[in-house]
């Protein structure tokens, strides 16, 4: 019995023995660097599919059920820095004592043979009068900052000084900070809701619905201590409540107060670079006392625990007005709309089986206009460069929308409101794309001299208008050969019928395929040119032709409308490919932004702040108190001095000397 | 008073006669700090914060020490005031003559100046090379010099750098450590004095060759990213670098990482000499474990110091003092793996070869920490991307 209870002692012994080992600390120090590699390698948090797409079937559940994918967040990491707070507690816990004895001790009954081992000792033969040899001693040792005690021996005397000492609470400083900063991090980290789920049936649900329908287990009261969630609020409303985003679903925390923003702000550099984000709100305690607060980046808020950060801001609901244009031939005319952001508009009532979803909208959006040059700038003189250049441009206000047909396919656009100018030139420009991971491509509209766009619409219903093709070929053929041959005028006219019947199915794409399989390849280039001119001079006529439906005076042929032409073509071209069947021109807009705060309670907060300090002190206490320790043993005719530390540097060689020299002088007559 | 030691004798090391010891020349470095702290605070304390004029006034008190300390700094200090200063006289409030006048244009606008500095740096590193190779006195005093103006241009480049921020406009004026290109400068700078500090202090300007080879290294890269991406203009600020955290968090950094750099080169020198290469070109062995314990040691304080103010800086700016943001996380890896070789050498008592090597590799961890992270990770310290 007595040998079991013996053996249970020395196998718990030598756990303790392992646990506060250096070697066992080192390991797990080596470990956590390791993980924390894999946590940096490994994107955290991203959406499961993009695991699967990255690392591929195998492999994707391995990962996941290791949890690479939250490193920061597993037990296994927690129990890496659960041991590490155990195994440097044990550590400081066993070193207390002899550290502690330690920087009290002198040692001053350090044996004769044992100093004159020390690696750095001298024998000095003092010419002062024995009696007067330990008081000049003492003398030198107070002068340089050495406390000592003396021990009188049989055969002579020891003093045994030492300085720096209080280098050694630099140890527990700094070791008891590491125990303090990983416990604070433990209380702030996953863990306090992972209990939570794991013991209070909390579990996080669907976060695509309304926060009405969230079920209790979702919710987590105002006393909860521990969390860190977002705050969306709309300016004109107030929540009270932050959404904790987990891996498989959303939480709900209740805040112990109401958050109203009444303004989001964003001040812009002379560069359009965002310079500052502030939310302006109203905060109303559960007891009803109410004030004003501006958040900003950097500037946090406390109150009642829980402090709130200005973390985003997101579109809150803006109200735009649009012209919808129809590119259809005959169809509308151009037809008034009034969307929300974040809203869907069926379009049946206007005869589309779409539906339009408004998705963002930017009332400021700079970019940067200058071609990236192939020479750099002026590298020398002052650090200005290009920021005193007019290179960057607010092209203003930007929008984004999808367009979703019945089987749910979408295409996305992003639309300017006004026209931009590009050679001297002005156009709208709305790009299209089928997918968030391709660019847009840019349907260019030229407008014309009042910025209208409706111009190229009306030349546009005309040129596709199949009801008016056989009008327009024949006014482009009388306009082309006045006064000609009526066989060769017949001859353009169904050339240009069948020009435009190619180029309203299939654009330049078409045209260019039928010249290349019915002309042969020496003649292609000058086929283009021909064809290209058609084109033009269709487009031209069709203007005319809109210009009379629009009871406007036709305009006299000239060089100045070359360039309106050809862009037109160009963007008549373009449109048959837009994917759309109408393009949205912004007018007129009311912004209403949404600030996103973050909130947070963390605990662990005083303890991480307060190790920290202790982490500092300690680090500087054990790098640069150094403990020195002389001894100076008189004895007979000799005086022996000996110098230790526990920092081995060379300055140790240099003090050494200059003690030696010190002493050796200080037990010597004077002149 | 009677003394008992000749004077021959030098006074005991440590004694408290600290600030007897304090020679004219120290009291009147520290009469201009204070001046030159004053005058600043006069003419910008009222946009200055709090927490501003606080770390104003620490300057005062922390260059003094440094001065006192390590007295090629007073004169340092005092050339970098001197030039910084004329240049923003210079100036008189108009950036376009950084063009005009001819001090400004060759020798000390913000580009200009940090031109020189890459140029001294490079040069410097020739002359300590070539100094080795020669056994030449010469040489190596050269490289030394070289090594203090350059240090002092790139300061005075920072410094002008600064003003010309606000020039720009008062609302994108700030300190000029704030992107790649700005830190590079800094790291040079420091990993600079940081090695003339240890060169005085040991009387060796032996391992020149080796600390300005990697500044070198920096300063190549610096010009690379200067000229492939335009990265010397001065850009404003982003809101999330609004604070003067900054002020304090960046520079601790990077006496951090100059420590690192500068043991990590000291390393190579062990271990060249080691093997016995450039037998009697090198410090003894014993200088060379010392001056690298001191750099890593000097280094982890101050990288420990910045990665908490790092902390406390997140805690206000991004609502966590810790988010496992990949930066962060590499810096915690730096932290351990100098924690860990502190452990070895005070607790173990390793030395040599081994410990040497660590302080290589730990170089390659640095680099992957400083630059990697921006290379190749993404997250919150997206502004010192490349």
């Known amino acids: 019995m007595q040998q079991r209870a013996n053996t249970r002692a020395s196998v718990l012994e030598a756990l303790v023995e392992l646990l506060s080992s250096m070697r066992f600390a080192i390991s797990l120090l080596t470990v956590l660097a390791i993980a924390a590699i894999i946590g940096t390698v490994v994107q955290q948090n991203e959406p499961a599919n993009a695991y699967l797409n ?55 009954h350090a044996r004769e043979a044992s100093l004159r081992a020390f690696a750095h000792s001298a024998s000095l033969t003092p010419t002062l009068t024995p009696e007067t040899r330990r008081g000049a001693v003492s003398d030198y040792l107070a002068r340089a900052g050495f406390r000592f005690r003396v021990d009188e021996r049989d055969d002579g005397v020891l003093v045994a000084a030492k300085r720096g000492g209080v280098g050694r609470i630099g140890y527990f400083l700094a070791h008891g900070a590491i125990v303090l900063i990983c416990l604070g991090g433990l209380l702030d980290g996953n863990l306090p809701l992972a209990l939570q789920m794991s013991f209070a049936g909390k579990a996080p649900t669907n976060g695509n619905q309304p926060i009405a329908h969230i079920p209790a287990s979702a919710r987590l009261d105002a006393g909860n201590w521990s969390y860190r969630g977002n705050v969306y609020i709309p300016e004109g409303a107030s929540a009270d409540f932050a959404v904790l985003n987990l891996e498989d679903g959303i939480l709900l925390q209740k805040l112990p107060f109401k958050v109203e923003l009444k303004r989001f702000n964003i001040d812009y550099y002379p560069t359009g670079m965002p310079r500052r984000y502030a939310s302006d709100v109203v905060i109303t305690d559960d007891d009803g006392q109410r004030f004003e607060r501006t958040l900003e980046v950097n500037k946090p808020f406390e109150h009642r625990g829980v402090t709130l950060y200005q973390s985003g801001y997101d579109d809150g609901g803006s109200v735009l007005r649009f012209t919808l244009h129809d590119f259809a031939p005959g169809k509308r005319p151009p037809h008034p709309l009034e969307i929300e952001v974040g809203t869907r508009l069926p379009l049946a009532s206007l005869g589309y089986g779409l539906a339009l979803e408004l998705t963002n909208f930017r009332p400021i959006n700079v970019e940067n206009t200058a071609a990236p040059s192939a020479t750099p700038g002026k590298f020398t003189g002052s650090g200005a460069g290009r920021l005193t250049d007019k290179s960057l441009k607010n092209f203003g206000p930007v929008f984004t929308y999808k367009v979703r047909d019945d089987a749910g396919q979408a295409l996305e656009f992003n639309n300017y409101m006004l026209p931009l100018e590009i050679g001297g030139r002005k156009y709208l420009f709305s790009g299209v794309r089928k997918s968030a991971a391709t660019d847009y491509s840019y349907l260019r509209i030229p407008v014309d001299e009042e910025d209208n766009a409706e111009t190229w619409f009306a030349i546009r219903r005309i040129f596709f208008d199949p009801a008016r093709r056989g009008a327009l070929t024949e006014r482009f053929a009388k306009r082309s050969l006045d006064g000609g041959d009526k066989a060769m005028r017949e001859r353009l006219k169904t050339t240009a019928d069948h020009t435009l019947t190619l180029f309203t199915v299939g654009g330049l794409d078409a045209v260019s395929d039928f010249i290349e399989k019915s002309v042969p390849e020496e003649e292609r280039d000058k086929a283009g040119a021909a064809f290209i001119q058609i084109l033009q001079g269709l487009t031209w006529d069709a203007w005319q032709m809109a210009r009379a439906d629009a009871k406007l005076p036709a305009l006299k042929a000239g060089d100045e409308h070359t360039a309106f032409i050809r862009d037109a073509l160009i963007a008549l071209a373009d449109s048959v490919r837009y994917g759309a069947p109408f393009y949205l021109q912004l007018h007129d807009f009311e912004q209403k932004q949404a600030s996103i705060l973050q909130a947070t309670r963390s605990p662990g907060k005083p303890l991480v702040y307060l190790g920290s300090l202790l982490l500092t002190l300690g680090i500087f206490a054990m790098l640069y108190i150094r403990e020195r320790r002389l001894f100076v043993l008189l004895k007979g005719d000799e005086a022996l001095v000996a110098m230790t530390s526990n920092r081995k540097t060379i300055d140790l060689d240099e003090q050494f000397a200059q003690h030696r020299d010190g002493l050796a002088a200080a037990l010597a007559v004077k002149v | 008073m009677e003394s008992a030691i000749p004077s021959s004798a030098a006074a005991p090391v440590g004694a408290t006669n600290w600030l007897a010891r304090r020679t004219l020349g120290d009291w009147l470095y520290a009469l201009l700090l204070v001046a030159g702290a004053v005058l600043a605070y006069t003419r910008y304390g009222e946009v200055m914060d709090g927490y501003e004029v606080a770390i104003l006034a620490l300057h005062v008190p922390i260059l003094a020490a440094l001065g006192w300390a390590w007295r090629p700094f007073r004169l340092y200090a005092a050339a970098v005031a001197v030039l910084a200063l004329a240049s923003i006289w210079l100036y008189q409030g108009d950036l376009g003559r950084a063009e005009q006048n ?28 070539l100094g080795m190779a020669a056994k030449s006195d010469f040489g190596e005093r050269t490289g030394s010099r070289l090594t203090w103006a350059a240090s002092v241009m790139g300061a005075t480049g920072l410094c002008v750098r600064w003003y010309e921020s606000y020039l720009l406009g008062p609302e994108v004026g700030h300190i000029p450590i704030s992107n790649l290109y700005e830190v590079f400068v800094l790291f040079s700078l420091i990993t600079a004095l940081l090695y003339l500090f240890y060169e005085g202090r040991y009387g060796t300007r032996k391992l020149g060759a080796f600390v300005l080879t990697v500044i070198s290294v920096a300063v190549a890269f610096l010009l690379w990213y200067a000229f492939t991406r335009e990265a010397y203009q001065i850009q404003p600020l982003v809101p999330a670098l609004q604070s003067y955290w900054m002020k304090i968090h960046v520079p601790a950094n990077f006496v951090g990482y100059g420590g690192f750099a500068l043991a990590a080169m000291v390393g ?18 014993k200088v060379l474990e010392d001056v690298m314990y001191k750099a890593i040691a000097i280094g982890f304080a101050f990288f420990t110091i910045a990665t908490i103010l790092g902390a406390l800086w997140a805690a206000e700016a991004w609502g966590s003092y810790w988010s496992w943001d990949p930066k962060e996380t590499w810096a915690l890896i730096v932290w351990l793996n100098y924690a860990i070789w502190l452990h070895m050498r005070l607790t173990r008592g390793l030395r040599g070869k081994m410990l040497a090597w660590w302080a290589v590799v730990g170089l390659v961890v640095v680099t992957f920490a400083f630059v990697g992270v921006n290379m190749f990770l993404t997250g919150l310290h997206s502004y010192g991307s490349l």
Not at chain 1, 77 to 97: E, G, K, M, P
Not at chain 2, 107 to 128: E, K, N, R, V
């Open chain 2, 268 to 285: 190579v020198a062990y271990l060249l000499a080691e093997r016995g290469a450039l037998a009697g070109r090198l410090p003894e062995k």
């Open chain 1, 54 to 108: 990255q690392f591929g079937q195998f492999w994707d559940p391995v990962f996941s059920r290791l949890g690479l994918y939250t490193v920061y967040n597993t037990g296994w990491f927690v129990a890496i820095l659960a041991f590490l707070v155990l195994s440097t507690t044990l550590c400081v816990i066993r070193q207390f004592t002899p550290m502690l004895h330690e920087m009290r001790g002198f040692r001053e």
């Open chain 2, 102 to 129: 001819f001090f400004l244009k060759y020798l000390i606008s913000s580009q200009t100046a940090i031109t020189w500095m890459s140029a001294c740096f490079f040069i410097a590193t020739g002359a300590y090379w």
